[in-house]
């Protein structure tokens, strides 16, 4: 009995660190993008709240918390509600089974440093976050306004498009480590990163974590000078909050898979783990943040062709010829 | 298709250089509260109506300004002094709904009505931007220190035709001589 | 003991959700009980000790099918009005659902937390990745051979159907 309690707290200790790890680093990463983009435009950025800024993020959610909370008359109230919840907690259902650093031992056990430590990470990452688009499609859905539904059948349509080469890159990944583990995974990452052994995957994926993560070059859901706001066009306040944070949280998320499934997790020399990670996770969100301010939007149709001409038979390649050179391997 | 293939890929690249470039140089921004940019000459901001060399006011209410405003935004009620001199009683200009085009003062034929580089204008309360002719009078005759439209034209037509100084002699139509 | 509850429970509410699925006037209501109801299915695979077929059923058909279903639906736009205006009680619209869902964040709480297909005496990885795998490509690999044929005549099929009619004609020209 002991035990398992031990177990629970321990899982709750690891949530509540890990929700507010990654809630703080959402928040930041809207200020970093911020002003980022704004250097890159030659801007400053938001400068005026704290020095430096740095109090912008508090001072968003003030005004997002005292905004109205606008439900459209004809709007579909609870699935209109329920929503942007959906995109959030799927963003940070995920990061339950991201391993942030080895194992490490408390009290004489071992434990991993991850909420869960499941056997099936790959499959679990990929189911929900399949399950993401859901809170994208309902919400423009339930708002009853063309706008929002046209956000929502591109957001269908583009989910269709690439989840599949996502999974199909993840192939090689597993085919190497020989684990659906992600803690297998960075083990087998111990002296040479995926992406030296097998970029293709790694450019497939990146293409496609991309395309989840809803941004610039392929944020057809939300086209804000085509669409108004794409889905979240009718919320207001918190909710629309709530759909804003679950982006971000998402492309810490999608960060943190990066760098678990290529870029070799928590190895790295001379630094603690944890510290590697981080400063990996954070390369990736840079990478994003750059890409948002190089590209323009991809059209619909050529999303399209993108996911099922191009990424798609690159990625059934790549699995074929990751499998022969296994194999001729002796591996 | 292909022809473009190596363009399309420097055009991928491109981009990604140019902002890393960026991200180092100075942004152009300029910081406003603190720092103020230097704002050209015929800036148009802020209307005055302004008086003549002697310190009498220009405008005669002629209308005509108001007339030329797009937005509708000038308003006066005209009147005349003992003299028979015209002039407004009340004059006022609707700020909040200005755009600050301009063709006001090109319309005024006295240069009452005149442009200034203030832009300064924001505040909490849209009554407090309807400004009436106390506001808008100044002190100085803005840009043009020498124009009296009253010495060119006189008050009323008291002088008989062709009196008036600098005032040419009428011509007689049917006269063939110069 | 555990174990047969979670399992009855999750069987009554993927009976449930179907039953609700199909006596729902507005579509896009009814793809999400049924969506509830792969959910429940999927727990119950997991509770068998098939993680993988768990996680396979959420992926292909609540992140896949239905997704498409609801793009049709969206698409055609075949939600009557009536059905968006429910006459109903709005409790009534919703409670089901927010029950439904709360069940199945139970069991899965349940399922993780307490371990109850090991007390149960089947192995936790009875089917692990690599027999389905097994499984799949020796037991079954005449089945799965005529499925992947049928699947390639399907997708001839639909580009074939898709082809406007100037580039079939051009297409027939060429060859
Ligand atoms: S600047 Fe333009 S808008 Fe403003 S008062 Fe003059 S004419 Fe009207
Ligand atoms: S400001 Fe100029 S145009 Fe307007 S009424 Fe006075 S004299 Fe006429």
Same mark, same amino acid.
């Given at each position: 009995?002991?035990?398992?309690?031990?177990?629970?707290?321990?899982?709750?200790?690891?949530?509540?660190?890990?929700?507010?790890?990654?809630?703080?680093?959402?928040?930041?990463?809207?200020?970093?993008?911020?002003?980022?983009?704004?250097?890159?435009?030659?801007?400053?950025?938001?400068?005026?709240?704290?020095?430096?800024?740095?109090?912008?993020?508090?001072?968003?959610?003030?005004?997002?918390?005292?905004?109205?909370?606008?439900?459209?008359?004809?709007?579909?109230?609870?699935?209109?509600?329920?929503?942007?919840?959906?995109?959030?907690?799927?963003?940070?259902?995920?990061?339950?089974?991201?391993?942030?650093?080895?194992?490490?031992?408390?009290?004489?056990?071992?434990?991993?440093?991850?909420?869960?430590?499941?056997?099936?990470?790959?499959?679990?990452?990929?189911?929900?976050?399949?399950?993401?688009?859901?809170?994208?499609?309902?919400?423009?859905?339930?708002?009853?306004?063309?706008?929002?539904?046209?956000?929502?059948?591109?957001?269908?349509?583009?989910?269709?498009?690439?989840?599949?080469?996502?999974?199909?890159?993840?192939?090689?990944?597993?085919?190497?480590?020989?684990?659906?583990?992600?803690?297998?995974?960075?083990?087998?990452?111990?002296?040479?990163?995926?992406? *030296?052994?097998?970029? =293709?995957?790694?450019? %497939?994926? $990146?293409?496609? /974590? !991309?395309?989840?993560?809803?941004?610039?070059?392929?944020?057809?859901?939300?086209?804000?000078?085509?669409?108004?706001?794409?889905?979240?066009?009718?919320?207001?306040?918190?909710?629309?909050?709530?759909?804003?944070?679950?982006?971000?949280?998402?492309?810490?998320?999608?960060?943190?898979?990066?760098?678990?499934?290529?870029?070799?997790?928590?190895?790295?020399?001379?630094?603690?783990?944890?510290?590697?990670?981080?400063?990996?996770?954070?390369?990736?969100?840079?990478?994003?943040?750059?890409?948002?301010?190089?590209?323009?939007?991809?059209?619909?149709?050529?999303?399209?062709? *993108?996911?099922?001409? =191009?990424?798609?038979? %690159?990625? $059934?390649?790549? /699995? !074929?010829?990751?499998?022969?050179?296994?194999?001729?391997?002796?591996? | 298709?292909?022809?473009?293939?190596?363009?399309?890929?420097?055009?991928?690249?491109?981009?990604?250089?140019?902002?890393?470039?960026?991200?180092?140089?100075?942004?152009?921004?300029?910081?406003?509260?603190?720092?103020?940019?230097?704002?050209?000459?015929?800036?148009?901001?802020?209307?005055?109506?302004?008086?003549?060399?002697?310190?009498?006011?220009?405008?005669?209410?002629?209308?005509?300004?108001?007339?030329?405003?797009?937005?509708?935004?000038?308003?006066?009620?005209?009147?005349?002094?003992?003299?028979?001199?015209?002039?407004?009683?009340?004059?006022?200009?609707?700020?909040?709904?200005?755009?600050?085009?301009?063709?006001?003062?090109?319309?005024?034929?006295?240069?009452?009505?005149?442009?200034?580089?203030?832009?300064?204008?924001?505040?909490?309360?849209?009554?407090?931007?309807?400004?009436?002719?106390?506001?808008?009078?100044?002190?100085?005759?803005?840009?043009?220190?020498?124009?009296?439209?009253?010495?060119?034209?006189?008050?009323?037509?008291?002088?008989?035709?062709?009196?008036?100084?600098?005032?040419?002699?009428?011509?007689?139509?049917?006269?063939?001589?110069? | 003991?555990?174990?047969?509850?979670?399992?009855?429970?999750?069987?009554?509410?993927?009976?449930?959700?179907?039953?609700?699925?199909?006596?729902?006037?507005?579509?896009?209501?009814?793809?999400?009980?049924?969506?509830?109801?792969?959910?429940?299915?999927?727990?119950?695979?997991?509770?068998?000790?098939?993680?993988?077929?768990?996680?396979?059923?959420?992926?292909?058909?609540?992140?896949?099918?239905?997704?498409?279903?609801?793009?049709?639906?969206?698409?055609?736009?075949?939600?009557?009005?009536?059905?968006?205006?429910?006459?109903?009680?709005?409790?009534?619209?919703?409670?089901?659902?927010?029950?439904?869902?709360?069940?199945?964040?139970?069991?899965?709480?349940?399922?993780?937390?307490?371990?109850?297909?090991?007390?149960?005496?089947?192995?936790?990885?009875?089917?692990?990745?690599?027999?389905?795998?097994?499984?799949?490509?020796?037991?079954?690999?005449?089945?799965?051979?005529?499925?992947?044929?049928?699947?390639?005549?399907?997708?001839?099929?639909?580009?074939?159907?898709?082809?406007?009619?100037?580039?079939?004609?051009?297409?027939?020209?060429?060859?």
């Amino acid at each position: 009995m002991a035990d398992t309690l031990f177990t629970v707290v321990l899982i709750l200790a690891k949530l509540a660190l890990i929700f507010g790890v990654v809630l703080f680093m959402a928040a930041y990463l809207v200020l970093a993008e911020r002003k980022i983009l704004g250097r890159m435009q030659l801007r400053y950025g938001p400068n005026r709240v704290g020095p430096f800024g740095l109090m912008q993020p508090l001072a968003d959610v003030i005004k997002l918390l005292t905004k109205e909370d606008f439900l459209p008359a004809r709007a579909d109230k609870w699935l209109f509600l329920v929503a942007p919840g959906i995109t959030a907690v799927t963003a940070l259902l995920v990061f339950a089974v991201v391993p942030f650093g080895p194992t490490i031992e408390v009290f004489g056990r071992t434990i991993p440093a991850a909420v869960v430590d499941l056997n099936v990470g790959v499959l679990y990452f990929l189911g929900v976050s399949s399950m993401a688009v859901y809170g994208v499609v309902l919400g423009g859905w339930a708002s009853c306004s063309k706008y929002s539904l046209l956000g929502s059948v591109r957001g269908l349509s583009q989910m269709v498009s690439y989840e599949l080469s996502l999974g199909l890159s993840l192939v090689p990944v597993i085919m190497m480590a020989r684990s659906f583990s992600l803690h297998d995974i960075v083990m087998a990452q111990a002296s040479v990163p995926f992406l *030296l052994l097998n970029p =293709v995957a790694c450019f %497939v994926f $990146l293409i496609c /974590i !991309l395309a989840e993560s809803n941004r610039i070059p392929f944020d057809l859901p939300e086209a804000e000078n085509e669409l108004v706001g794409g889905f979240h066009t009718e919320y207001s306040g918190m909710r629309f909050g709530l759909f804003f944070v679950g982006e971000y949280i998402n492309l810490v998320v999608l960060g943190s898979l990066m760098t678990v499934f290529f870029l070799g997790g928590w190895h790295g020399p001379w630094l603690p783990p944890v510290v590697w990670f981080l400063i990996k996770v954070l390369m990736v969100c840079g990478l994003f943040i750059w890409i948002r301010a190089c590209l323009p939007r991809l059209r619909y149709d050529q999303l399209m062709n *993108l996911g099922w001409k =191009v990424l798609l038979p %690159v990625s $059934l390649l790549n /699995i !074929l010829v990751t499998g022969a050179v296994l194999l001729g391997l002796g591996l | 298709m292909s022809r473009h293939v190596f363009r399309d890929i420097r055009g991928t690249l491109q981009p990604f250089w140019v902002t890393l470039r960026n991200l180092f140089r100075k942004p152009v921004t300029v910081q406003y509260p603190e720092q103020k940019q230097q704002l050209p000459e015929r800036y148009r901001a802020r209307l005055i109506l302004t008086r003549d060399p002697d310190g009498g006011e220009r405008c005669v209410a002629c209308h005509l300004c108001s007339a030329a405003c797009p937005v509708d935004c000038i308003s006066m009620q005209a009147t005349e002094a003992a003299d028979g001199r015209r002039y407004a009683a009340w004059f006022r200009i609707n700020f909040t709904r200005c755009i600050f085009c301009g063709l006001c003062t090109e319309a005024c034929p006295t240069k009452a009505i005149q442009v200034t580089a203030d832009f300064e204008l924001a505040g909490r309360d849209p009554l407090k931007l309807v400004y009436e002719k106390v506001d808008l009078l100044v002190d100085h005759c803005g840009n043009d220190n020498s124009y009296n439209f009253y010495h060119q034209t006189g008050i009323g037509v008291t002088a008989p035709r062709g009196e008036n100084p600098q005032e040419t002699k009428p011509m007689d139509v049917k006269d063939l001589m110069p | 003991m555990t174990a047969t509850l979670i399992f009855y429970l999750l069987g009554a509410v993927a009976l449930v959700t179907t039953a609700l699925a199909i006596i729902q006037r507005n579509p896009v209501y009814a793809v999400i009980y049924l969506v509830k109801s792969i959910f429940a299915l999927a727990l119950i695979f997991y509770l068998l000790g098939a993680p993988l077929v768990a996680a396979l059923q959420v992926i292909v058909y609540a992140g896949a099918i239905m997704v498409l279903f609801l793009f049709v639906i969206m698409m055609l736009e075949i939600t009557p009005v009536s059905a968006r205006k429910s006459s109903a009680p709005g409790w009534l619209s919703w409670t089901p659902v927010v029950l439904v869902a709360l069940v199945l964040a139970v069991m899965t709480l349940l399922l993780i937390g307490l371990d109850p297909v090991a007390e149960q005496g089947i192995p936790r990885w009875h089917a692990t990745p690599r027999d389905f795998g097994y499984a799949l490509f020796n037991e079954y690999a005449l089945a799965v051979k005529i499925i992947s044929f049928q699947l390639s005549f399907a997708a001839v099929g639909a580009f074939h159907i898709g082809l406007t009619e100037r580039r079939r004609a051009r297409m027939e020209k060429d060859s």
